[in-house]
Each structure stands twice: as structure tokens, then as C-alpha cells.
């Protein structure tokens, strides 16, 4: 079956520190997002990509980065992590002609 | 600027009980609206409405949407403890295919 899974599933790092999200999909689709959850304000997107070597920028990606080098991955970059990016980040992805999208089981990321 | 706001933020209720679920959006190039379930893990998908007026229905779930008031519903009759979870709204924009979300609705079902 088809899935979209991120790894790790927890994670604790350190101010300062570079840190990468994994997600990868087995659905074949062209779309990729990144969202971080926090309590009050749903989820916020953070970076997408329409397919490879496409990158965009979403409502809250300062200190965030990605990369799209093949259709099923789309890492995500926190290059010096800081205690505000304490949260909870999910991956999702869509096919081109539909606007539902898959969600992975999320990463709970905790910077001290 | 997009924005999707639900209402009420938090709801609890007795089991069996019939609750309604607001989400309104001011977004440009509406495309279509979306409603999500989530337990304690990742978003499901329920329903997606592109047209005013025409219900979709899932089980005890049915969704409405209102284009002229920009608005949509979420029904649950017979709520049952399992359908304790948040339950996210979103819109798509016309030529995008990212969602913009609302803050979500956090649903208590007590037996």
C-alpha cells in the first residue's frame, strides 16, 4: 500500500543545531508540503514543492529550508534550530488533479 | 491576506448529542473547501465541497457549503466517544494545490 511516512517520529536537539526532517512517499505524487502544528493556530505551512528541482516558500519558512531532488522525498531543514521551532511538523503530499492531500504520522521535534 | 477561521475553538458534549461545526474563509480564488479529522496523530480527510448547497453525508458526518456566505458546516448526529478529536477546515485556491487551514475545532464527546 501507499504511504507517506517521516522520520524520526521524536526528536531533541539543542539551540543551535542543524536538524533534518525526513519525509518520504510512496503515493507518486507531484506535491510535497511541510507544516508545523501548535496549539491556537491549527496548521501553518512552511515550505512546498509542485515537483523536482520546485521549491516555494509558505506563510512561516524563515529559518526553514528544503530540497526536492526526486519525486518521493521531500527533506526539511532547520539550519540553526531555536526554541520557537518547538513543535509538531507534518508532511503531507497530493496528486496533480486533487486537492485532498495524505498527511504522515508527524515529528515531534523539541529544542532545548 | 487568506484567512480560515472555525468556530467554536473548543466544544464538549454528551454522548448522543448532535453537534454543528462552523468554519468561514476570505480567500481569494476559492477553489474548494476541505474538513479533517484528527485523533491524537495525523490529519484524515472527511470531505471536500466545491459546490454551495449540495450536502455530502458520510455515516452520522455530513458537510455543507455556502459559497454566498462563504461558510461551510460540519454535522455529527449521535455523537459517539470516538468522534472525540480536532476537526481542521481548509480551503484550496484556484491554480494551488496548498491548503490554507483554520485553527480547528477541539470536539469532547463525555459518555
Known amino acids: 500500500d501507499a504511504e507517506i511516512t517521516q522520520s524520526p517520529r521524536h526528536k531533541i536537539t539543542e539551540t543551535g543545531r542543524q536538524v533534518t526532517l525526513a519525509c518520504h512517499q510512496t503515493w507518486n505524487h507531484n506535491n510535497m508540503f511541510w507544516y508545523r502544528q501548535d496549539l491556537g493556530h491549527g496548521l501553518r505551512l512552511i515550505h512546498y514543492s509542485y515537483g523536482v528541482q520546485d521549491t516555494n516558500k509558505g506563510e512561516v519558512s524563515d529559518g526553514y529550508s528544503v530540497s526536492r531532488s526526486n519525486t518521493e522525498d521531500l527533506p526539511l531543514t532547520l539550519e540553526s534550530a531555536a526554541s520557537s521551532q518547538t513543535s509538531v511538523y507534518f508532511c503531507?503530499?497530493?496528486?496533480?488533479?486533487?486537492?485532498?492531500?495524505?498527511f504522515g504520522p508527524g515529528t515531534r521535534l523539541t529544542v532545548l | 491576506e487568506d484567512k480560515v477561521v472555525q468556530s467554536p475553538l473548543s466544544l464538549v458534549v454528551h454522548e448522543g448529542d448532535t453537534v454543528t461545526l462552523n468554519c468561514s474563509y476570505e480567500v481569494t480564488n476559492f477553489r474548494s473547501l476541505l474538513w479533517y479529522k484528527q485523533e491524537k496523530k495525523a490529519p484524515t480527510f472527511l470531505f471536500m465541497l466545491t459546490s454551495s448547497g449540495i450536502e455530502k453525508k458520510s455515516g452520522r458526518l455530513s458537510s455543507i457549503l455556502d459559497k454566498k456566505e462563504l461558510s461551510s458546516i460540519l454535522n455529527i448526529t449521535a455523537t459517539q466517544t470516538g468522534d472525540s478529536a480536532i476537526y481542521l477546515c481548509a480551503v484550496c485556491k484556484l491554480l494551488a494545490q496548498k491548503l490554507v487551514f483554520g485553527q480547528g475545532t477541539r470536539l469532547t464527546i463525555n459518555p
Open positions: 503531507a503530499s497530493s496528486g496533480l488533479a486533487y486537492n485532498e492531500q495524505f
